[in-house]
């Protein structure tokens, strides 16, 4: 679908969004006002149906030109159909979206097993290897598109322009969320490699997915309780969820917001039945939405930014306040 011809109003307007952005305005701001702006002026033009799926990145293409080129930018082409177009090719694509709740604690997992087929797998796993350029260095390792996911905050980075989706990731776009994601990371574990236990911030993001390809792995959901049955001060309940090669995973509700997930640094998994599965080179594509207002209603004050804030209690500052000039991870009290 192409853009409509919209009024000098509407132009003019936006000249003065760019402006704003190009003095460090905070990305995640400057989506919602170029968003609410296009909506002023094309409500009218556009299917409802259609226009709720269309994310709003207009000018994004001036910007990628005017930007330095970084690590992935010599490998990487950017697509050149619009993202409502993506859409619909991982539509048409042949793959289907039938998720279902686990039934398991924590709730809020969702799961599909081959949401891709082997062949499709085997085709990414040779971009992957041969034609993305990665860090050199040892360990995890992490490719961005979209805004850039910081993990010194688990938020947005704020610093870093919205980048494009290369051509190979738009079939594996899910479509459960009706629009394309604000922020896509792609990984790269290695055996004996793992991620600490943590939560994405509250406030940045709503649900999260994540695509498993290569070697399956376990990953741990943990959560704490303020004391045991004999007193103790903290009592943990953990879960392992087999992270199996070419499934999708939802995570919302508790499985998001009040549980920890990760993975450890192990060369292997021992699995239910007392096999040990040794380790092997593993990748996954996470998903995440921007949450619009960034604001959370679920009032958990040991993992919520939103809550702690309220309450004065937040230990570290998260992505909204790392743009405003205030050095991100130092402790702070909230008035």
């Known amino acids: 679908m192409h853009r409509m011809a919209l009024s000098k109003d509407y132009h003019n307007e936006r000249i003065i969004l760019k402006s704003k952005q190009e003095e460090h305005i905070n990305p995640v701001q400057h989506h919602a006002a170029i968003e609410t702006l296009y909506q002023e002026h094309a409500k009218a033009i556009f299917d409802p149906q259609i226009y709720l799926q269309i994310h709003i990145n207009y000018d994004e293409e001036e910007k990628l030109k005017r930007r330095k080129p970084n690590i992935a930018d010599a490998t990487n082409r950017r697509i050149s159909t619009s993202p409502i177009k993506a859409i619909r090719k991982r539509k048409e694509s042949g793959y289907s979206s039938n998720m279902e709740e686990v039934p398991i604690q924590p709730r809020g997992l969702f799961w599909q097993n081959d949401f891709i087929t082997h062949e499709h797998e085997a085709r990414l796993i040779q971009i992957f290897q041969n034609e993305l350029e990665w860090p050199e260095r040892s360990g995890r390792l992490s490719l961005h598109y979209g805004y850039t996911f910081d993990y010194k905050t688990f938020g947005v980075d704020p610093n870093v322009p919205f980048k494009e989706f290369p051509e190979w990731l738009v079939p594996l776009i899910p479509t459960r ?67 199996t090669p070419r499934s999708m995973m939802q995570m919302s509700g508790d499985s998001r917001l009040h549980w920890t997930h990760g993975i450890k640094k192990r060369k292997t998994d021992t699995l239910r039945d007392g096999t040990v599965r040794r380790r092997d080179d593993r990748w996954s594509i996470t998903y995440r939405w921007v949450r619009e207002p960034a604001v959370c209603n679920c009032g958990n004050t040991k993992l919520c930014d939103t809550a702690q804030q309220q309450l004065g209690i937040e230990r570290e500052l998260r992505w909204k306040k790392a743009g405003e000039g205030t050095t991100v991870g130092l402790l702070q009290k909230f008035e």
């Open 177 to 243: 969320e009706g629009r394309p994601p604000d922020q896509v990371c792609l990984q790269h574990y290695p055996p004996g490699a793992g991620i600490p236990p943590h939560v994405d911030t509250h406030s940045a993001y709503d649900q999260l997915y994540a695509l498993s390809l290569g070697a399956p792995v376990m990953m741990q959901f943990a959560r704490s309780s303020d004391t045991g049955p004999d007193g103790d001060s903290e009592q943990k309940e953990v879960v392992e969820v087999d992270l």
